[in-house]
């Protein structure tokens, strides 16, 4: 069971990583797009499992750049937060954008 944790947690680490650089990419008014595109594939910690036996260990001070790397026998993960405060940054930018795009349709109407 300890395996497929950590399984599960090496293949979505990636996975969030490529759904913010979606994200950033959808986002038309996003100023610094390359600065956030290159932000969503910086982890930080690193989770490493061994396969064979489950034993595992969290190294927290580690900064990543595309993932904590691969190793024969083993599960690595990192915390993808340069992804989730580029998503963050994302939805904010959106919901300015309708905000804006609802007052001007007001004032137009009024």
């Known amino acids: ?5 950590g399984l599960t947690a090496a293949l ?6 490529f759904v913010g650089l979606f994200v950033v990419l959808r986002t038309p008014a996003l100023k610094w797009r390359i600065a956030w595109a290159v932000l969503c594939f910086v982890g930080i910690g690193a989770f490493w499992m061994r396969a064979s036996d489950g034993a595992w260990g969290f190294v927290p001070a580690a900064i990543n750049i595309l993932g904590p790397g691969q190793q024969v026998g083993y599960f690595k993960a990192t915390a993808p937060l340069g992804a989730i405060a580029a998503m963050f940054v994302c939805v904010s ?6 905000a804006a795009a609802a007052k001007r349709r007001d004032e137009d109407a009024a």
Request: net charge positive.
């Open 1 to 5: 069971m300890p395996q497929l944790l």
């Open 12 to 17: 979505l680490c990636p996975l969030v990583m």
């Open 93 to 98: 930018v959106r919901r300015a954008q309708q």
